[in-house]
């Protein structure tokens, strides 16, 4: 890897994007060509990726991102995170607003060019026991 640490590029994409709530960091942060995969989506492009963080950021009010666990393999050019978002549904996942809890964990396996900028995120959370949660279901084993 070139002359940057790779768990402190993407603490600082946390840090700077989801903990600061400012999408249009992600200008300074990740590659013009940039993808992230959640859920089987692809979403390509920076300025796509800026309009989807944007949206998700505006249905959970009192938002807040707690990265629980961070590292990278050993060429450096991947680094995962096992995080956690909490607030308040506010219109989350097509549901209506109603102010209920929302907490919510996943991964990301995130690839970090040679350059320092972020080129893909690899995404997986827990969405539909959120989405079970919200919408009153309950769970049958």
Same mark, same amino acid.
């Given at each position: 890897?070139?002359?940057?640490?790779?768990?402190?590029?993407?603490?600082?994409?946390?840090?700077?994007?989801?903990?600061?709530?400012?999408?249009?960091?992600?200008?300074?942060?990740?590659?013009?060509?940039?993808?992230?995969?959640?859920?089987?989506?692809?979403?390509?492009?920076?300025?796509?990726?800026?309009?989807?963080?944007?949206?998700? /950021?505006?249905?959970?009010?009192?938002? +807040?991102?707690?990265? =629980? $666990?961070?590292?990278?393999?050993?060429? %450096?050019?991947?680094? *995962?995170?096992?995080?956690?978002?909490?607030?308040?549904?506010?219109?989350?996942?097509?549901?209506?607003?109603?102010?209920?809890?929302?907490?919510?964990?996943?991964?990301?396996?995130?690839?970090?060019?040679?350059?320092? /900028?972020?080129?893909?995120?690899?995404? +997986?959370?827990?969405? =539909? $026991?959120?989405?079970?949660?919200?919408? %009153?279901?309950?769970? *049958?084993?």
């Amino acid at each position: 890897m070139a002359n940057h640490d790779p768990v402190a590029t993407v603490e600082n994409f946390w840090r700077q994007v989801w903990q600061s709530k400012n999408p249009d960091a992600i200008d300074d942060l990740v590659a013009d060509d940039f993808g992230v995969t959640s859920g089987g989506v692809e979403i390509r492009s920076r300025e796509k990726f800026k309009s989807w963080v944007a949206a998700f /950021l505006s249905k959970i009010d009192d938002f +807040e991102f707690e990265v =629980l $666990e961070i590292f990278q393999n050993m060429s %450096g050019d991947r680094v *995962v995170t096992r995080w956690r978002v909490t607030g308040k549904n506010n219109g989350f996942m097509g549901l209506p607003a109603c102010g209920s809890p929302i907490d919510m964990t996943g991964t990301a396996v995130i690839h970090v060019r040679e350059d320092g /900028l972020l080129q893909h995120n690899w995404v +997986e959370r827990n969405a =539909l $026991e959120v989405h079970r949660s919200l919408a %009153g279901i309950q769970h *049958v084993a």
